[in-house]
């Protein structure tokens, strides 16, 4: 379940100095979560004591997406033990872990109907797997009650447990997203409890393990990285053979988190589209609003479709247009 509201989220962010939360630009604007579909989905994560990280992390798209009924679960409980500068989940001691939670994800999937279901988690470095059986319990019991339903997973980095990304892909799910988040420059300030290259080695590793899985992963830009070091990150993510890259604007949660410091305009993001995909990633997506599981399902569709056009030996234009007609802005 949620944390309780008077619980401090992040305690170990209370003694830093205020960053004050700048004024969106026009481009990023939201709607207010209003819809009937939005309260729908809101009560059946209630009802089956779900957390997603559309709420938990404050998602800017969460109007839009829980109206489809497109919530990302967030399972292994509601408190990480990292403590991200950039992140809003609640940190701190874990909660017990909920052996019913696997089968409530699969009700939820079966309630909401969803042709693709993306499930992410808190980091748990307290557990011996770090949560990767859990993982892998969930993915089987999606699997049984929604067997057409692809499963996209986004993992932590098991902090290298043994066997971790082993037990994971073993279950199989359609789609291995790990995030890189940001140019290793930024990772001691901004991910201080992750390394760049244990991440990298994490989504090289999944590929190896099962190249028929599709690999992800994500980044979020206006937090002074350059455009070069952005460059740099889609080298390596390519060389990792990753897939699917995702590019989205940072925005700051709380006066508590790390400040923005800029907003990315909308051409700067079709440029480094237009770059990702010159590199050969099978799909981009990337615009201020993009998050790793914005629009997920039907980027999947497109993802297949991009793989199926490159085996099947068309040029890198065609592949280019392909993605393109369905890229999401
Ligand atoms: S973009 Fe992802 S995290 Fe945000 S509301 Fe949509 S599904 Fe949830």
């Known amino acids: 379940m949620p944390i309780a509201p008077d619980r401090i989220r992040h305690p170990e962010k209370q003694k830093r100095p205020d960053n004050p939360i700048q004024r969106k630009p026009a481009w990023i604007r939201v709607k207010a979560p209003v819809s009937r579909e939005y309260h ?8 089956l004591r779900l957390n997603t990280v559309c709420e938990e992390a404050a998602c800017p798209n969460i109007g839009e997406c829980w109206a489809k009924g497109h919530a990302t679960v967030m399972i292994l409980g509601s408190v990480c033990t990292r403590a991200c500068a950039f992140c809003n989940v609640a940190t701190g001691r874990p909660d017990r872990l909920d052996p019913h939670e696997p089968e409530h994800v699969a009700e939820a999937c079966a309630g909401l109907g969803l042709s693709h279901i993306v499930v992410t988690s808190v980091d748990r470095d307290d557990l011996a797997d770090g949560g990767a059986r859990h993982f892998a319990n969930v993915i089987g019991a ?27 892909t073993t279950a199989r799910p359609d789609v291995f997203n790990h995030n890189l988040e940001t140019v290793p420059r930024l990772y001691p300030s901004i991910r201080p409890g992750a390394r760049y290259f244990t991440s990298l080695a994490l989504l090289s590793k999944a590929k190896e393990l099962d190249p028929s899985i599709f690999t992800k992963s994500g980044l979020m830009v206006g937090l ?41 305009p909308p051409d700067e993001f079709r440029t480094y589209e237009k770059v990702a995909r010159g590199k050969g990633f099978l799909m981009v997506s990337a615009s201020p609003l993009t998050r790793s599981s914005y629009l997920a399902g039907d980027d999947f569709e497109r993802l297949r479709a991009a793989r199926e056009a490159r085996l099947a030996g068309l040029g890198g234009i065609d592949l280019v247009e392909l993605a393109a007609d369905g890229a999401a802005e």
């Open 224 to 264: 002074g990285e350059t455009a070069e070091e952005v460059y740099q990150v889609m080298d390596d993510l390519r060389a990792a053979d990753v897939d699917f890259l995702t590019i989205g604007q940072y925005l700051q949660p709380t006066p508590k988190h790390a400040a923005i410091d800029r907003f990315v």
């Open 40 to 47: 729908e989905t809101r009560e059946l994560m209630r009802t």
């Open 142 to 168: 999606v699997r049984a009650t929604s067997p057409d339903t692809t499963i996209e997973v986004l993992t932590p980095d098991f902090k290298e447990k043994p066997g971790a990304v082993e037990t994971v």
